[in-house]
């Protein structure tokens, strides 16, 4: 009875870990303090794909601005967020078109 138990505890440890979005564990898992939609995933991971890092990180610190996450987890996101910000040149480092065209690939590999 008891390997039963053990084996169903281990099974449900596991489901739950796989449940946290692989996107939640980037950079050492900054920016799983805060409660994310799938939907806001999907920008984030559209804005970082494209390269639109100066938009990504506005929507990030709007996003932690409307959070009430505890103070320890603000401050590191902040920290993250000031000592993380790229360059100035990638804000044109993709053009439109090539943005739009991963856009497009992006959305291909969702279908599938």
Request: glycine letters at 2%; hydrophobic letters at 40%.
């Amino acid at each position: 009875m008891l390997p039963v138990v053990l084996l169903s505890l281990f099974v449900l440890t596991c489901m739950a870990q796989q449940e946290e979005p692989d996107i939640l564990s980037a950079h050492g898992g900054v920016f799983a303090a805060l409660d994310w939609t799938n939907e806001e995933l999907a920008e984030v991971s559209a804005l970082h794909s494209t390269a639109s890092h100066h938009k990504l990180m506005q929507y990030i610190a709007d996003k932690l601005s409307r959070s009430d996450i505890d103070e320890k987890s603000r401050r590191r996101i902040e920290k993250f967020l000031k000592l993380k910000r790229p360059p100035k040149f990638l804000e044109t480092f993709l053009s439109e078109a090539d943005r739009k065209k991963v856009e497009e690939n992006r959305s291909i590999e969702g279908s599938i």
